[in-house]
């Protein structure tokens, strides 16, 4: 699979962009970032994928009162930065507070109200607050409002050291202080799965997904942390003297199939996702209208994981039955569309593999730029090179960090009628590498 190659940075410095020749390309559709991902923007518009569910969610929840729930899926900083360069001339706040009152529903001036009155709000207030930003992709926000060390050791505390942290390593300018803040979220997860104080649930999950975050490093070392985890998990399952639910067990599970994964037992791997899988569809058939979505939304990165593995024990059948069924299950969402695009890619399926890319194109944000780009490839592939120039150009335009578009433009453009085009591939080339420098 090639590469898609981007500038590292932001886009700050940039002239505006140059408009590419007209008639030396057939422009594609407008993706529908905006429409899809409205909630966004607002924290109730329904509809859009699983992930912008959940924000809208996490909007009614915190006008309400209610607790608010980390959902499994997050907003990094990637998506707001994709929303911005589609349609640079709406508004897209770095802050809440950044969007007009004009333009604020109730729940978002509600969510601004929040943020100006952080120094009043309790712990837990402050909590609910930082957990909705999180997910909104607020991360600056957060950095300004947590302290470094918040302190406390209660539930509520910890959490806002979590995603401090968490912050801290979204907003990183290099790849050290990302992972040295990686480091200190990881070790507040590891109090909340200690404190015996904690809900078992609370403390189960955070035990589970200390297995996750330890899954790194060298082998030998993440394979003993991942097994006292493990361990650690299932003592508190044990001493709760009660069943953990559906979900928790999914995520359990989930978490768990790291191990053998590691140890390359795919055997064992495809038993525990299947675990994984049978609980999460059980917490579906269980949920209430007010757990539905945490439901809902879990399937989602099982089914993602379950065809990684399936693909990577060779089991080419089963992985597109994944990765078809993560299409049907969050069909709105472009990531599920770029998974099946390139595993249909990596098997030579090219043909399809351009229809499933030019979808998750159209869905947009933050995939727009990389689909467009892997369709075009897939018409070069296909010796289509008509039906690749706009795509690259619309790669090109959605992202302008990336190098690949316009790379492949420079390439492809070879005979008379597309000088132009070429000409300003290579213009614009120059312009985002001498940015980068």
């Known amino acids: 699979m090639e590469k898609f190659l981007r500038t590292k940075g932001n886009v700050g410095g940039l002239p505006p962009m140059q408009e590419p020749p007209r008639g030396t390309f057939a422009p594609e559709p407008a993706p529908r970032s905006r429409e899809l991902l409205a909630s966004y923007f607002d924290l109730e ?66 969510l601004c109200a929040l943020t100006e009155n952080w120094s009043g709000l309790s712990t837990g207030d402050r909590s609910r607050l930082v957990t909705a930003l999180a997910k909104l992709g607020f991360w600056k926000t957060i950095a300004a409002l947590v302290p470094a060390d918040p302190g406390g050791r209660d539930l509520d505390a910890l959490r806002l050291a979590y995603f401090r942290h968490n912050a ?29 104080a904690f809900d078992p649930a609370v403390r189960y999950g955070a035990a589970a997904h200390m297995i996750v975050l330890c899954a790194k490093g060298e082998k030998q070392k993440a394979l003993a942390d991942m097994r006292y985890w493990l361990a650690a998990a299932d003592e508190v399952a044990d001493r709760a003297g009660v069943e953990m639910e559906p979900l928790h067990t999914s995520i359990y599970w989930r978490g768990v199939a790291f191990i053998p994964f590691f140890e390359g037992d795919h055997a064992e791997v495809d038993r525990q996702l299947r675990l994984a899988e049978k609980y999460a569809l059980e917490a579906v058939a269980l949920a209430d209208g007010d757990t539905r979505l945490l439901a809902l939304e879990n399937v989602h990165p099982v089914l993602e994981t379950s065809g990684r593995s ?14 078809r069924r993560m299409t049907e299950w969050d069909p709105l969402d472009p990531k599920a569309h770029v998974r099946l695009a390139d595993f249909l890619m990596g098997e030579s399926r090219v043909a399809e593999a ?27 592939r296909l010796e289509q090179p008509d039906q690749a120039h706009g795509a690259l150009v619309a790669s090109a335009s959605l992202d302008r960090q990336a190098l690949s578009p316009l790379i492949l433009l420079r390439d492809v453009c070879t005979d008379g009628g597309t000088a132009p085009l070429r000409q300003w591939a290579v213009d614009e080339l120059a312009v985002r590498m001498r940015a980068a420098r």
């Open 45 to 110: 518009s329904p509809g859009g994928p699983l992930h912008a569910q959940c924000t809208a969610d996490v909007g009614r929840r915190l006008a309400q009162g209610l607790p608010v729930p980390v959902y499994q899926i997050a907003s990094l900083g990637l998506l707001r930065q994709a929303l911005k360069t589609e349609e640079p001339g709406r508004p897209h706040p770095d802050d809440p507070r950044d969007l007009p009152v004009s333009l604020r529903s109730a729940r978002w001036q509600h």
């Open 168 to 196: 801290d390593a979204q907003l990183a300018g290099d790849a050290r202080s990302a992972a040295a803040a990686f480091v200190r979220a990881r070790g507040v997860m590891e109090t909340i799965a200690r404190t015996d």
């Open 310 to 323: 399936a693909k990577a024990r060779g089991d080419i059948e089963g992985a597109e039955r994944f990765y």
């Open 354 to 380: 351009r229809e499933a890319y030019r979808t998750a194109a159209g869905l947009g944000a933050p995939y727009a730029s990389y689909a467009h780009c892997q369709a075009a490839r897939c018409s070069l």
